[in-house]
């Protein structure tokens, strides 16, 4: 008989009031307890229907069927037939609009808390794994990947997972993209991003830091260089501004500047020299992922008062739900109003 009790299986987290005033992570993970009682909510539907929600279509029942029977190795082998980045979706993938949307248990009750079983799987696999990788068997075909961001490492371990001979060429001196410069800590660690990495590296992926690609080597050079295919997953790095009053003063940062060096360049330590205003009162402006990112980490580095200002009502922001909670529970406020002028 499943489990039908009507609510997901509690998270542990930080408490708010203490979380704020750290870059820990705040969601701490299921016990193996949790996870099988969460995994035994799985109704095993026939026809599937979260794998339809899945980008990359998980075979989702099957993985949650061996978590529920505690079998949490079979449970990552079938979650990595799939998906290359198990530990980091499971964190940051917006499964409420995705497969957890579609998950019949959630018509009436809420759906079965998938993101969640997929995190504690990963992360069980990377404390407890001790098994030696198979590593593929050779193709002979090679392929370049333009960026290190989740574009970039996925198409680089489904590729070698087939066989081929992968190199990852990235800007920066590190690989991971926003998942390392942008997502922060207390969302997503980096030292899980950094296993990931590892993990793809193990499977044969190369991955060359501090290659601006179109400066250093063109697409051209990278095909007379023996590569067969270029796939180029460069990433919007780039930031966009509105065109406000005022944009240019002084204490205005674009939510790339800001969380890069709060992330990337660790300015939130007290060890590491990168500058970053710490302002007492702080308006974010935007209602997606990366406002609640900037809002609560502006919170953590101790601002008193962080607005988020946004341009339509709460049921209107982009951000995951999950996000807007978290932030809330910090004490940061919303402001909904028209689009900002200065
Ligand atoms: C703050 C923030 C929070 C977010 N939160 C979420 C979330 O919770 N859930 C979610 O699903 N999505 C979230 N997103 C969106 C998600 O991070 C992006 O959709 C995703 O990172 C895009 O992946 P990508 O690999 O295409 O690009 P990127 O992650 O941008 O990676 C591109 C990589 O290419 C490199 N590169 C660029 N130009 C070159 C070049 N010429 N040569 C070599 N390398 C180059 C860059 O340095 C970078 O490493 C968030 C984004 C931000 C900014
Ligand atoms: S839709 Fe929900 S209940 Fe059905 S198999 Fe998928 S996760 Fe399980």
């Known amino acids: 008989m499943p489990n ?62 061996h978590v529920a029977k505690g079998e949490f190795e079979e449970a990552y082998k079938v979650i990595t037939m799939a ?63 333009i960026g290190a961001g989740p574009a970039g490492l996925t198409c680089a371990g489904s590729l070698a997972k087939k066989g081929y001979d992968v190199t990852i060429y990235e800007a920066f001196h590190t690989a991971g993209g926003v998942l390392m410069y942008g997502i922060p800590e207390f969302r997503l660690p980096k030292a899980i991003v950094q296993k990931e990495i590892n993990g793809l590296k193990e499977l044969g992926v190369k991955i060359e830091t501090n290659m601006v690609m179109g400066k250093v080597m063109s ?25 406000m009053e005022g944009e240019g003063l002084i204490g205005v940062y674009s939510a790339n500047e800001f969380l890069t060096r709060i992330n990337l360049m660790k300015a939130y330590k007290d060890e590491y020299d990168t500058p970053v205003i710490r302002p007492k009162n702080v308006a974010v402006v935007g209602g997606g992922n990366v406002a609640m990112d900037g809002a609560r980490s502006a919170k953590r ?5 962080v607005y988020i200002v946004y341009r339509r009502s709460e049921a209107e922001m982009p951000a995951r739900l999950e996000e807007i909670h978290h932030a809330k529970e910090e004490g940061i406020n919303f402001k909904f109003l028209n689009n900002p002028i200065r």
Do not use: W
């Open 83 to 145: 998906s290359s980045l198990p530990a980091v979706c499971g964190r940051v993938c917006p499964q409420e609009s995705q497969c957890e949307s579609k998950c019949v248990r959630g018509i009436k009750t809420e759906s079965v808390g998938i993101g969640r079983l997929e995190r504690f799987v990963a992360d069980y696999h990377m404390k407890n794994s001790t098994a030696a990788l198979e590593i593929p068997e050779p193709n002979g075909h090679k392929v370049a990947v």
């Open 219 to 243: 697409v051209d050079e990278l095909f007379e260089n023996g590569f067969e295919a270029v796939f180029v997953g460069t990433g919007a790095g780039l930031p966009s501004f509105m065109g």
């Open 301 to 305: 580095l101790g601002a008193e008062n």
């Open 4 to 65: 039908m009790c009507p609510t997901k299986t509690a998270m542990p987290e930080q408490e708010p009031n203490v979380r704020n005033k750290n870059f820990e992570e705040v969601a701490l993970g299921y016990t193996e307890e949790m996870a099988v009682n969460e995994a035994t909510r799985c109704l095993n539907c026939k026809n599937k229907p979260c794998v339809n929600g899945c980008p990359v279509n998980v075979p989702i029942p099957d993985f949650i069927a």
